[in-house]
């Protein structure tokens, strides 16, 4: 596909949503909308066989979720992912890791979204106070859950969030969070 031309229809200090015109292989024209975000960091906070999770209400869902810390800077700050990362697990845990670790990077939803996610894997867990939490998550709360719990919660559907089903796959292909 070839884009023709860009129009931005939509944008706050999130996101830009965008409409394409595009010219399919064959010739004929098309229309694509995008939603443009930054690369977000996901955090696997590891301990004793199990995860620290962050329940919070998703607007979108109509509902609660338990997932990964995740998130993006909320401007046009330039900086590492593994900064993000690290101020992300502060930020909606209170938890400071000693060691973290990449261990991989996936596409969010490629048919609607240019965002990517890199995933990190923290261990070496020190408590402390969640800070400067957003707007959004001032109802958020944290828990650690086993190992088995979790598996059992994204089989039976409690847990949705696919970013957080996703960087659990890239866990434990890495080889790096084995039981």
């Known amino acids: 596909m070839i884009q023709v031309s860009s129009r931005v229809v939509y944008q706050n200090r999130w ?31 590891m301990e004793d066989d199990g995860f620290h999770l962050v329940e919070q209400y998703r607007y979108t869902l109509s509902r609660r979720s338990l997932e990964f ?4 800077w909320p401007d046009d700050r330039e900086t590492s992912t593994e900064e993000l990362a690290r101020a992300e697990l502060v930020q909606e845990t209170g938890l400071r890791a000693e060691t ?11 048919g609607f979204t240019s ?6 894997l923290a261990t070496g867990l020190t408590a402390g106070e969640a800070a400067d939490r957003d707007p959004e ?27 957080t089903m996703a960087a659990y796959t890239l866990l434990t292909l890495d080889g790096t969070g084995e039981r």
């Open 15 to 45: 996101m830009t949503v965008r409409e394409d015109d595009i010219r399919h292989p064959d010739g004929s024209p098309g229309i694509y909308g995008v939603v443009d975000k930054p690369t977000a960091a996901l955090i696997i906070p």
């Open 69 to 72: 810390p995740q998130g993006t």
């Open 100 to 110: 973290l670790k990449r261990i991989g990077s996936f596409a969010i939803g490629p």
């Open 115 to 120: 965002q990517r996610c890199d995933v990190f």
């Open 137 to 163: 998550e001032q109802e958020m709360t944290q828990r650690w859950v086993a190992r088995r719990d979790l598996e059992r919660m994204i089989r039976e559907g409690e847990i949705v969030d696919g970013c």
